[in-house]
Each structure stands twice: as structure tokens, then as C-alpha cells.
């Protein structure tokens, strides 16, 4: 940026301390014109673009193909030719989760018009000849009861929540739907009355799809708990866990975007939906994020292989049933969460 661009005022325009040159020394603001040309805009985004890309290309080659480089060399006090821990796992987070929507749509077909209404009709037919399914639905119940005791009945073949609960107060006790249940079907059965099932899928998706990158953040400092478990107190900080969590969560969203990216582009131009090169791309994905780890965990606490071996399969197994039930409860979540 040209020195004509500074201010003749020597008092900062942010904090009113005294410039010396053309940073103030004090909050660090450049002591520039408040007001612009178009131009200046145009070569200030230019140069601020070209300084972060540098930075930026240089971690991301190395957070793909230098495991545990980003991490030890930002331990070491190298940062400031890097992007910062937090801000590359939030910009990764971003991209990772906002891009595949801007994707085009394969070409499909448009057959599903007259579903919402085919469902209306449904739903008016079943409200009018309630009472009657209910009476039928008891002695059915009644006579299957006379005869045998066991199994329990599938929530989803009830029409309404009011068949449900006249048919569920008929029932031996040991043949009632549990209060989950009971939940979970009240929950289907008023989603299905004013959705079609498409419609409950693809709000399903949306909803889990806003949900997945909270349960991630969340799970960051669990991640960085079991390296702390794992590793020598008096060695290592919990802090240095959780810059080397940072780092490896951040690879693993990229690899996932780009191995969504590419599924996407073969899917598109070959206009189906389970290509062979789609299911080998999964399957790259999986065996580089797991031996990155193993890698990338050697490289960070200079285990022997031996011991680094038992380390990480033991982490493995862990943060696998951990993520696991993680991903059920933000599912439940997400599930209730749909109107």
C-alpha cells in the first residue's frame, strides 16, 4: 500500500495515541484515510487475498501431506506463516459443510406432484373412519390376545395418536409400547400426517446436516481428552493435545470435502448415484484418515511403533463407540426437531 495513502494526522483514528511512523504502536491500527477510492478497495482486497493465499496454501499442503508438521511447528512458536489453529478449522468447517450445497443437482425425475395431495386424501380418509378402525382394531386386539401373549406392536402402523393411545390402553401391560416408544411414535405419526415421506427425509437430512457440525465441535475437546489420558502429564499440556485436535479434525474435513467434491462431480457427469469410483473414493478416504492418525500420533509424541500401534487402535475404538452414540443423540435431536 503507497505512504500517499496515510493520514496527515499523526493521532491514531482508533485509539487517538500518537503515530510515530505508520502503525500505531499502541493498538496496531495503520494510520490511513478513513475514506477510500474504488480502486484502493480493489488492491487493498488484492493484497490482503495474496498475503492469506500463501499462508493458506502452504498449511493446507501441509495439513494433507505433512502429518503432525502444522502442529509441531506451531508448538515451536513458527506461526506466522501458517493459519492459525482455530480460524483453519473454522474455515474448513464452513466450507466442508456449506459448499456441497452450491453443487448442481443430477438430473432426476419429476414424478412426485401429486404426492402431497395423494397424502391429504389419505390423512382426511383416515380421520373420518377413525372411530371405526379404532372398534375394529380392539377386537382384533382382544382376539389376539385371547390366543397368544408375545411382540410388540409397531407404532407406525397406527394412523393417529388417538388410535395409538385407544389401542395402547386395550394392551397387557407387557405388551405396551415403553414411554420411548410411545415418544417416538406420537413424534412419526403427526410428522406423517402433514408430510409425505420425501418430504420427512429431505427435512431429516437439513436438520442433521445443520446439527452434525455442532456434535463435531463439540466432540473436539472429548477427542483431546483421551490424547491427554493417553500421554504423560508433566510432558505434555492439554493445550498441545488440543492443537494437534484441531489439526487432525481439520484434516479429516477436508478429506471429506474433497471426497465429497469428487463423488459429486463423477455422480453429476455420469448421472448416477452409486458409481464404482464413488465407493473407491470412500474407501481411500477411510484407510488415509486412519493411517494419518497413526502417523500423525508417532510423529506429535515420538512413541515406539509398538506402543503408537496400541495407542491409536485403542483410540480408535473408543472415539468410534463415543462418535457413535454422539451421532445417535444429534439424530434424536434432529428428529424432534422437525415440524
Not at 128 to 136: F, G, R, W
Amino acid at each position: 500500500m503507497s505512504n500517499h495513502d496515510l493520514r496527515d494526522d499523526r493521532e491514531c483514528a482508533n485509539c487517538g495515541h500518537e503515530v510515530e511512523i505508520a502503525y500505531c504502536s499502541k493498538c496496531g491500527q495503520k494510520n490511513i484515510e478513513t475514506r477510500q477510492s474504488f480502486w484502493h478497495l480493489v488492491t487493498h482486497f488484492a493484497e490482503d487475498f495474496t498475503h492469506y493465499d500463501g499462508a493458506f496454501w502452504t498449511t493446507i499442503k501441509y495439513l494433507l501431506f505433512k502429518p503432525a508438521k502444522l502442529t509441531k511447528e506451531y508448538l515451536m512458536g513458527h506461526r506466522q506463516k501458517y493459519v492459525a489453529p482455530v480460524k483453519l478449522y473454522i474455515f474448513i468447517s464452513f466450507i466442508t459443510f456449506f459448499l456441497p450445497s452450491l453443487y448442481p443437482e443430477s438430473s432426476q425425475s419429476e414424478e412426485e406432484t401429486t404426492s402431497n395431495v395423494h397424502e391429504n386424501v389419505v390423512s382426511i380418509h383416515n380421520e373420518v373412519n377413525i372411530e371405526e378402525k379404532i372398534n375394529t382394531k380392539q377386537n382384533v386386539w382382544l382376539d389376539k390376545f385371547s390366543t397368544e401373549k408375545g411382540g410388540i406392536e409397531n407404532p407406525m402402523i397406527y394412523s393417529s395418536v388417538k388410535e395409538m393411545d385407544s389401542i395402547e390402553s386395550i394392551k397387557p401391560k407387557e405388551l405396551r409400547l415403553n414411554k420411548l416408544e410411545r415418544s417416538l411414535g406420537k413424534r412419526i405419526i403427526k410428522l406423517y400426517s402433514h408430510n409425505t415421506p420425501e418430504q420427512v427425509e429431505e427435512k431429516f437430512k437439513e436438520s442433521f446436516s445443520h446439527n452434525f457440525p455442532k456434535a463435531l465441535f463439540v466432540y473436539l475437546p472429548i477427542f483431546a481428552f483421551w490424547l491427554w489420558l493417553f500421554h504423560g502429564k508433566k510432558r505434555w499440556y492439554f493445550f498441545d493435545h488440543g492443537i494437534f485436535t484441531l489439526h487432525y479434525f481439520s484434516f479429516l474435513l477436508l478429506l471429506i470435502l474433497i471426497t465429497d467434491t469428487l463423488g459429486h462431480f463423477i455422480n453429476y457427469v455420469s448421472n448416477t448415484t452409486n458409481s464404482v469410483s464413488s465407493v473407491i473414493f470412500s474407501i481411500l478416504f477411510a484407510f488415509w484418515s486412519v493411517y494419518y492418525l497413526y502417523r500423525s500420533h508417532r510423529k506429535m509424541y515420538h512413541e515406539k511403533w509398538f506402543i503408537n500401534i496400541i495407542k491409536c487402535t485403542l483410540m480408535l475404538i473408543i472415539n468410534s463407540i463415543a462418535v457413535i452414540f454422539l451421532i445417535f443423540l444429534f439424530m434424536l435431536i434432529s428428529f424432534y426437531n422437525l415440524h
